[in-house]
């Protein structure tokens, strides 16, 4: 199996955006965000989480770069240090070169282009540093804001798979998105000039797991 080994938890910075690791502080804010009926609507979080259920979600999100099976960063505000949300890779399929992503964002920050820029810098680190080739994404019916941002981020739509999803009591379409090295690559390489102000954030080596180090890495997209 090729995988992909990480030395250091990989900090991206773009123009107005920091992507940083999940930390403690970060719980409350997890918290406030999914008790926005807007945020959670179009999701399969359920419509009114508990404490418990927010804590748990937020953990699980942190284990996922520690574990090897994805990565989940905080989008913060590079003006004020505000939290505007996360993004996050909740899965890889490694044999495949496949990795699927998810966001969310305070209504807050809606509508200025933040999540699209923070979207476009994972994507970028996927294809570049993960060896992905395929990203992927899903969104409900009638979630045309978030259909938007998947556009403006290169993915194209790819169809409907119908019910997949069963929460909330019922069974749900899934409108999947793809974002592939083979049809957006080139664009990538030429729109995102990515500079490493300390050392390259990773490698591509034959290991089968993400390796910690205390020491985060920072990265401009």
Same mark, same amino acid.
């Given at each position: 199996m090729t995988d992909v080994s990480i030395h250091k938890f990989p900090i991206l910075s773009t123009h107005r955006v920091t992507l940083r690791a999940i930390a403690p502080h970060d719980v409350a804010e997890f918290r406030a965000l999914m008790a926005i009926p807007e945020v959670t609507r179009y999701s399969n979080w359920p419509e009114a989480p508990t404490d418990d259920q927010a804590n748990e979600w937020t953990r699980n999100l942190s284990e996922l770069f520690p574990s090897g099976k994805g990565c989940a960063w905080v989008i913060e505000d590079r003006s004020s240090a505000a939290f505007v949300g996360a993004v996050h890779f909740n899965y890889f399929y490694w044999e495949w070169k496949v990795g699927g992503i998810?966001?969310?964002?305070?209504?807050?920050?809606?509508? @200025?282009?933040?999540?699209?820029?923070?979207? *476009?810098?994972?994507?970028?680190?996927?294809?570049?540093?993960?060896?992905?080739? @395929?990203?992927?994404a899903w969104t409900l019916p009638g979630n045309d804001a978030s259909d938007r941002v998947l556009e403006k981020a290169g993915f194209q739509f790819e169809g409907v798979f *119908?019910?997949?999803?069963?929460? *909330?009591?019922?069974?749900?379409?899934? *409108?999947?998105? %793809?974002? +592939? %090295? %083979?049809? +957006?690559?080139r664009r990538d390489a030429r729109d995102f000039r990515v500079r490493l102000f300390r050392k390259r954030a990773a490698q591509v080596l034959q290991r089968q797991r993400f390796a910690k180090s205390p020491d985060p890495v920072y990265e401009q997209i």
């Open positions: 998810g966001y969310e964002t305070h209504p807050n920050y809606w509508g @200025r282009g933040l999540t699209t820029e923070a979207l *476009r810098a994972v994507v970028a680190y996927g294809h570049r540093f993960l060896g992905l080739n @395929r990203i992927e *119908r019910q997949k999803g069963f929460f *909330r009591g019922a069974f749900h379409d899934f *409108r999947h998105h %793809v974002e +592939c %090295v %083979v049809v +957006c690559g």
